[in-house]
């Protein structure tokens, strides 16, 4: 597992600049699927969230069921991004506010780099 990476987003206004991930620990969710708790630098703007003073963790996970967080081969990965102060719903995913990416460098964050690996499904 790659301990750091780059967040960010196509989809999303709040992650479209580049965010520095780095893994504080691998997390199993109530319904089996695997998450990861990273801190993010810098912090999320989190006013419009409920977080005054900013996000400064994150709990992301695999965006497509047929991948896994932990064992993913290749970048970019395509993420859910959620608060990490959320308790899900037993056998529930926890609510995501947003899709992202996570790149292998910076760089590739930045020009949102999808040769690496194109995507077709649709789940």
């Given amino acids: 597992m790659q301990e750091v990476f780059f967040l960010s987003s196509?989809?999303?206004?709040?992650?479209?600049?580049v965010f520095?991930?780095?893994?504080?620990?691998p997390i199993e969710l109530t319904n089996g699927h695997h998450a990861l708790?990273?801190?993010?630098?810098p912090?999320?703007?989190?006013?419009?969230?409920g977080h005054p003073l900013g996000?400064?963790?994150?709990?992301l996970w695999s965006r497509?069921?047929?991948e896994?967080?932990?064992?993913?081969?290749?970048?970019?990965h395509f993420v859910q991004i959620c608060l990490p102060d959320v308790d899900p719903p037993v056998r529930a995913m926890p609510p995501s506010i947003a899709w992202g990416e996570i790149y292998k460098t910076?760089?590739?964050?930045?020009a949102h780099e999808m040769s690496a690996r194109p995507r077709s499904s649709t789940k």
Avoid: H, I
């Avoid at 708790?37 to 630098?41: A, T």
């Avoid at 896994?68 to 970019?76: R, V």
């Fill in 10 to 17: 196509m989809d999303s206004k709040r992650f479209s600049s």
């Fill in 20 to 25: 520095r991930c780095e893994v504080e620990r």
């Fill in 37 to 41: 708790m990273v801190s993010c630098d």
């Fill in 43 to 49: 912090p999320l703007n989190g006013q419009e969230l």
């Fill in 55 to 59: 996000v400064g963790e994150l709990l």
């Fill in 64 to 66: 497509f069921e047929d």
């Fill in 68 to 76: 896994d967080l932990w064992t993913f081969p290749t970048f970019p």
């Fill in 106 to 110: 910076e760089a590739d964050a930045y």
